[in-house]
């Protein structure tokens, strides 16, 4: 497994405002992706984050309200942009190893909430 | 029809019970099971990993696949309290993009 780390844990920002949330991994990792957890629904794929292009969204996602870097194999952001109370969320990055590509390794999580 | 339908609980059971969680789904072609923890403000944790039809036995927790009924199940013997968390359901087609539960809150009480 790898060990993940998310920054912020947790804030509370305006609306209107934007917000960009990393994730860092101790290793090299294949993949790197962003879901969203609300309340009483499923985790959520936003994006796959990929290393040196522009990242793969899910439908109902656009990279204009949230934008991926990934510049190396253990670190990417994403950015919450121009933020609405319907944004506040759980958000968490997850990675996989290379061992298979549907074993899934989570971070802690950011909890955002927008005021 | 949602394709992972799992209930929502919560559930609360005494501390030594067997507690049996199960997820439904449509799409027949997920192949790869999986069975996530997740602590009160913490990321979800793999719990087990399976693979096609068939059950896999780690220490106190079972999961079992049924593939033509499409029904998923985890099992926990001997409940602890330290077993109080949401329990997520997740699968795959092969592809790299999990499909979840909303997760089903358990709450075991000494």
């Known amino acids: 497994s790898a060990v993940i780390s998310q920054k912020p844990s947790r804030d509370i920002c305006q609306r209107g405002t934007s917000l960009t949330i990393q994730c860092q991994v101790d290793?090299?990792?294949?993949?790197m992706f962003w879901y969203r957890q609300q309340p009483g629904q499923s985790l959520t794929l936003i994006a796959t984050?990929?290393?040196?292009?522009?990242?793969?969204?899910e439908s109902g996602f656009v990279i204009d309200k949230f934008p991926i870097s990934r510049p190396n194999l253990t670190f990417s952001t994403l950015t919450v942009s121009n933020m609405s109370p319907e944004d506040s969320s759980i958000y968490l990055c997850?990675?996989?190893?290379?061992?298979?590509?549907?074993?899934?390794?989570f971070g802690p999580g950011t909890r955002l909430t927008v005021l | 029809q949602k394709e992972v339908e799992q209930d929502p609980g919560p559930l609360s059971v005494p501390e030594g019970a067997i507690v049996s969680l199960n997820c439904t789904y449509s799409?027949?072609?997920?192949?790869?099971f999986m069975w996530y923890r997740q602590y009160s403000r913490k990321g979800p944790e793999l719990l087990m990993y399976?693979?096609?039809?068939g059950n896999k036995e780690d220490g106190r927790f079972t999961a079992q696949v049924d593939k033509s009924s499409k029904y998923i199940s985890l099992f926990i013997r001997d409940s602890q309290p330290s077993d109080s968390a949401t329990y997520l359901c997740?699968?795959?087609?092969?592809?790299?993009?999990?499909?979840f539960g909303k997760g089903t809150k358990l709450t075991v009480n000494p």
């Open positions: 997850s990675v996989t190893t290379g061992a298979s590509t549907d074993t899934q390794y």
């Open positions: 290793s090299q990792v294949t993949m």
């Open positions: 984050a990929n290393q040196g292009s522009e990242a793969t969204y």
């Open positions: 799409n027949s072609a997920f192949q790869y």
């Open positions: 399976t693979y096609s039809s």
């Open positions: 997740a699968m795959s087609d092969g592809s790299e993009k999990l499909v």
